[in-house]
């Protein structure tokens, strides 16, 4: 009887320890796939050769996109103008932006890096943001004038701003060696994050809010990418109010400066 017992006891144990080994792995939580469209390539593709179907292409699939970067970027005219595509064309003309669009198009053949790590970050963010609506994001080339522009929505990001922080025209046209720092690819997720989030904020008091954005960025990003002293006080006073929703943070009803 004793021996029985035995058997039984190891039977069950073999057949406990079968299920224990072929229990599944708890699945990692999807990643919701930010996809990057290319605007600039339509955009470089009719601004070096004047190509008729790329300008088409661009007021027809990216009228949005189109009308954000005449009127609020570049500021050269309104898209209703009879002119203006006459006018879009000719500005970018100039010997020192054909070069810029060529290297654009050089050093940002493949966006697989940013797609990736954008998506990662987003997803991240909506974790501590779990209201938070995605932006639809794109690519474009706006003569250095902005790095992310954000609106209606969208998410642009200006590749001529992340060339490297050795670029020869960073250099030519005057930029600090601190702004040239962030003017790497690098910095293109950190600063959609960052841009992003201050949209989603923007009636907040900006010299209060922007320590915390940038506290958020690093959190999302897992990686210091901004440091001072502000963002010091700000992660201090999430240590000790751990309980404090990141949304409650930055509505700006702290106030940490």
Same mark, same amino acid.
């Given at each position: 009887?004793?021996?029985?017992?035995?058997?039984?006891?190891?039977?069950?144990?073999?057949?406990?320890?079968?299920?224990?080994?072929?229990?599944?792995?708890?699945?990692?939580?999807?990643?919701?796939?930010?996809?990057?469209?290319?605007?600039?390539?339509?955009?470089?593709?009719?601004?070096?050769?004047?190509?008729? %179907?790329?300008?088409?292409?661009?007021?027809?699939?990216?009228?949005?996109?189109?009308? !954000?970067? &005449?009127?609020?970027?570049?500021?050269?005219?309104?898209?209703?103008?009879?002119?203006?595509?006459?006018?879009?064309?000719?500005?970018?003309?100039?010997?020192?932006?054909?070069?810029?669009?060529?290297?654009?198009?050089?050093?940002?053949?493949?966006? %697989?890096?940013?797609?990736?790590?954008?998506?990662?970050?987003?997803?991240?963010?909506?974790? &501590?943001?779990?209201?938070?609506?995605?932006?639809?994001?794109?690519?474009?080339?706006?003569?250095?004038?902005?790095?992310?522009?954000?609106?209606?929505? !969208?998410?642009?990001?200006?590749?001529?701003?992340?060339? %490297?922080?050795?670029?020869?025209?960073?250099?030519?046209?005057?930029? +600090?060696?601190?702004?040239?720092? !962030?003017?790497?690819?690098?910095?293109?997720?950190?600063?959609?994050? +960052?841009?992003?989030?201050?949209?989603?904020?923007? %009636?907040?008091?900006?010299?209060?809010?922007?320590?915390?954005?940038?506290?958020?960025?690093?959190?999302?990003?897992?990686?210091?990418?901004?440091?001072?002293?502000?963002?010091?006080?700000?992660?201090?006073? !999430?240590?000790?109010?751990?309980?404090?929703?990141?949304?409650?943070?930055?509505?700006?009803?702290?106030?940490?400066?």
């Amino acid at each position: 009887m004793r021996y029985f017992y035995l058997v039984a006891f190891i039977v069950m144990a073999a057949c406990i320890g079968c299920q224990l080994q072929l229990k599944p792995a708890p699945e990692e939580p999807e990643v919701q796939k930010v996809q990057i469209e290319r605007y600039d390539k339509i955009e470089v593709e009719y601004l070096t050769s004047g190509d008729y %179907g790329a300008l088409q292409q661009l007021n027809t699939d990216y009228p949005v996109q189109t009308r !954000m970067l &005449i009127e609020n970027v570049l500021r050269i005219g309104h898209v209703d103008d009879s002119d203006i595509n006459a006018k879009f064309y000719d500005f970018y003309q100039d010997s020192t932006l054909q070069q810029l669009l060529v290297d654009v198009q050089i050093q940002f053949e493949s966006l %697989g890096d940013i797609d990736k790590e954008l998506s990662s970050a987003f997803s991240r963010l909506r974790e &501590i943001l779990p209201q938070m609506a995605y932006p639809q994001v794109y690519t474009q080339v706006t003569a250095l004038d902005q790095s992310i522009v954000v609106g209606n929505g !969208m998410l642009g990001i200006s590749l001529d701003k992340y060339l %490297g922080s050795d670029h020869p025209l960073y250099l030519r046209f005057g930029y +600090s060696e601190r702004q040239r720092r !962030m003017m790497s690819r690098e910095y293109i997720v950190p600063d959609c994050i +960052s841009f992003y989030l201050l949209s989603l904020y923007e %009636g907040c008091d900006v010299r209060q809010l922007m320590p915390k954005i940038q506290y958020v960025v690093n959190r999302v990003m897992d990686r210091k990418f901004f440091d001072n002293e502000e963002i010091t006080k700000v992660e201090k006073y !999430m240590k000790e109010h751990y309980q404090l929703s990141v949304d409650s943070l930055l509505k700006d009803s702290v106030h940490l400066i």
